[in-house]
């Protein structure tokens, strides 16, 4: 039994001290896509329905190998984002700087993964990489990408939970349509601004 462990540990120690190498990709700040690998470094707990949990160290750095084989660690602020493929899935990260002034945030830039395509984006960060699958009914720390006038950022989820004061919101940040913020409910639970972009996304689809 002893010899077996030794064996398993000898096997397994590779890849948790120096990660996996995943097929992948970064953006580079003149946007620019470079082909490589990212170094992914698996936790040793495993997440829900056994998908590994996320490296949380992704947030501030990402680890690359070039096709030359050179190595090349990189913060947020040094490439416009990166992704990888793992269980025949892609995984997108984008650097998010928070617009300056907004709130009480401290303006700091990280990778955020993103789950939401369409007109408007939408991405998940720090409690949201707890796994690579998408849990809608997890308590996430969302981010949205800015399309308002004079913007150029991200937004966290702070909106109001009225109708009136969400409408002002959306239309300043996202320049929604007076249409679709018709159809908004009277009250909205702040976790759940999520289901608003993505229902405004469906709804862009078929009202351009």
């Not at 998010?96 to 984006?121: A, C, H, N, Q």
Request: aromatic share 16%.
């Amino acid at each position: 039994m002893q010899k077996l462990k030794f064996i398993l540990i000898s096997c397994f120690s590779p890849i948790i001290s120096w990660g996996i190498d995943l097929s992948g990709y970064i953006l580079t700040n003149a946007g620019d896509t470079i082909k490589g690998q990212i170094i992914y470094t698996p936790p040793h707990a495993k997440g829900k329905n056994g998908v590994y949990e996320v490296d949380t160290t992704m947030v501030w750095k990402v680890r690359f190998i070039k096709e030359n084989g050179k190595k090349e660690p990189y913060k947020p602020n040094e490439i416009k984002g990166f992704g990888f493929k793992l269980n025949n899935n892609w995984h997108h990260y984008e650097t998010i700087l928070p617009l300056k002034g907004f709130g009480e945030i401290v303006r700091y830039s990280f990778f955020g993964r993103r789950v939401i395509d369409g007109t408007i984006t939408g991405y998940i960060a720090i409690e949201g990489l707890a796994y690579f699958e998408f849990d809608k009914e997890k308590n996430l720390d969302w981010w949205f990408k800015t399309v308002g006038p004079g913007l150029n950022g991200f937004i966290h989820d702070l909106f109001s939970k009225k109708k009136n004061k969400l409408s002002q919101e959306l239309k300043y940040f996202f320049k929604m349509d007076d249409n679709y913020l018709l159809t908004l409910p009277e009250k909205i639970d702040k976790s759940k601004v999520y289901e608003i972009i993505i229902s405004y996304n469906e709804w862009k689809k078929t009202h351009l």
